[in-house]
């Protein structure tokens, strides 16, 4: 599956959206890293969502042009693992942005998941810039509404995900310390 994963993610963005591929390439490193923080038998689960979470922004995959869902909805179509498909769907506090886009309904269809799973991939995918760079959490959340600008969704979103993304964070760095393995640090 993470084979699988990795090859789908780069036929839809590696040409296309290079910096995009660069930050999935660091997202999915970060993954293989963050094993310790989830449950032995799921790490190749991980590591596939990490591949995958951002295929949503491909041109190809256009319908509603919010990336977790436009990715859910390609990956349910073919067949993936119905868990694999809800974590791409709702990675990073995606259910707390498009409340206000009308896409609860959608949204609603991919059951919402809040583990040890869903939280190593948010966190890996909040630890990686768009282009691959490394940084904190903190660091990454305001990057991010900076570059969605300040009225975007996402900034708009931020009362209710931020501290979603926040908790997440921590809860994988208390796994990593409880597995005496350090949080990775930025710039690593
Ligand atoms: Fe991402």
Aim: hydrophobic content about 40%.
């Amino acid at each position: 599956m993470t084979e699988r994963a990795r090859k789908t993610a780069r036929k839809l963005l590696r040409k296309e959206l290079p910096e995009r591929w660069q930050h999935t390439l660091g997202v999915a490193r970060r993954a293989a890293e963050l094993a310790g923080a989830v449950p032995r038998d799921e790490g190749p689960l991980l590591i596939a969502a990490a591949w995958l979470h951002d295929i949503g922004y491909s041109s190809e995959l256009q319908l509603t042009g919010f990336h977790p869902i436009d990715g859910g909805l390609y990956l349910r179509e073919r067949g993936w693992d119905p868990r694999l498909v809800a974590l791409v769907a709702h990675h990073s506090g995606a259910r707390y942005v498009p409340v206000d886009r009308g896409f609860s309904e959608i949204m609603a269809t991919f059951p919402f998941e809040e583990s040890p799973l869903s939280d190593a991939l948010t966190y890996a995918d909040q630890t990686v810039g768009p282009n691959g760079v490394r940084m904190t959490v903190e660091y990454r959340i305001a990057e991010a509404i900076t570059r969605h600008g300040p009225n975007s969704p996402n900034a708009r979103a931020r009362v209710d995900r931020v501290p979603y993304l926040l908790a997440a964070a921590q809860r994988v760095r208390d796994r990593l310390h409880h597995v005496g393995q350090p949080a990775v640090r930025p710039g690593q």
